[in-house]
């Protein structure tokens, strides 16, 4: 029973937007709850298009306070009042985003009809909900900014019906009780989920940069990543202007994606300097070939580990 865990880049430029990609802004889907990581302007729109259910379980990870990564949320949060959201919004972020929030919100009379949760962002765990964890980490750049770990939560093991009919537990609702890990009683029998399935597996784990120059920190914290999400802003001839705007480069991006041993990196927060972006994503193949191009309303898949 393979729960669907998919990742949906809504925006994936840098700074301003071109005509093909929005500003930053990823969501992250698994059985109904959202994680959203970052809001750039005009996030409604593709969160409307890639149909990111707004009135869920749902939490909401800003990496940092530069316009381009956070100008979104507003906009989304009305939206949802528009349409009545009652459940509670978790929202993580450095701690003036809930200030940034309070302020404009009272400014332009916007009454949410749902409270907001929020965790401020620091090193370590910072919130747990029904299916995942989310970590945080410091980033490297030109203001006080976070990169995020998001991990499913362990998955019980390998169902075996085999084992399942071997010790007559009838097909169906016993079947699934199993299924999650949970024990189940069959003529006076306690059956416990190990009997019938495999060693429980770990969770997958999505990483997101956010705007970052590589750190040995960052390698340390996205260890074994089945997805990275990196920052990409320039290629490696522009490397000088990737050091004093405190963003990396593609070829950077792969380094620290190799040291962390991830199993595919996606690059993002492309320079719109850039027309094609596939010369970035050919120097950062030469050092980590399990690398894309992230790009607007593109969703992929991410697998169990092996
Ligand atoms: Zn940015
Ligand atoms: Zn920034």
């Given amino acids: 029973m393979l729960v669907r865990l998919a990742v949906t880049f809504l925006g994936t430029s840098a700074a301003v937007p071109t005509p093909r990609r929005g500003l930053p802004a ?65 929202v993580v972020g450095p701690h003036t985003l809930l200030k940034w929030l309070e302020v404009t919100s009272d400014l332009l009379h916007i009454g949410l009809t749902f409270p907001i949760v929020f965790s401020p962002a620091r ?37 075996y019906p085999e084992k399942a009919k071997a010790l007559k537990v009838p097909e ?16 006076g029998r306690k059956i416990e989920p190990p009997a019938v399935t495999g060693p429980p597996r770990p969770g997958r784990k999505v990483g997101y940069s956010g705007d970052t120059r590589p750190s040995k920190a960052l390698a340390r914290f996205f260890a074994g990543c089945d997805l990275l999400i990196f920052d990409s802003t320039f ?50 193949r030469k050092i980590f070939p399990n690398t894309m191009a992230a790009a607007d309303g593109l969703t992929i898949e991410v697998g169990y580990p092996e």
Wanted: hydrophobic share 40%.
């Fill in 26 to 90: 990823v969501a992250i889907r698994r059985e109904g709850e959202v994680v959203l990581m970052d809001c750039g302007e005009g996030v409604q729109r593709r969160v409307i298009s890639e149909s990111v259910g707004l009135g869920g379980d749902m939490t909401i990870l800003i990496t940092h306070l530069h316009g381009d990564h956070v100008t979104g949320l507003l906009g989304l949060l009305q939206t949802m009042s528009l349409a009545q959201r009652r459940k509670p919004l978790n």
């Fill in 123 to 159: 090193a370590g765990v910072v919130l747990r909900t029904g299916g995942f964890r989310v970590r945080a980490a410091k980033a490297a750049h030109s203001v006080e900014a976070f990169a995020y770990l998001v991990e499913e939560l362990p998955r019980p093991g390998v169902f």
């Fill in 172 to 187: 169906g609702k016993l079947w699934s009780r199993l299924q999650k890990g949970r024990p189940v009683t069959v003529g």
């Fill in 235 to 284: 290629r490696e001839s522009d490397r000088e202007k990737a050091v004093e705007r405190r963003h990396s480069t593609s070829a950077e991006a792969a380094e620290l994606a190799k040291q962390a041993h991830v199993h595919r990196l996606a690059l993002t927060h492309f320079s719109a300097r850039y027309t094609s972006v596939s010369s970035l994503v050919k120097e950062a």
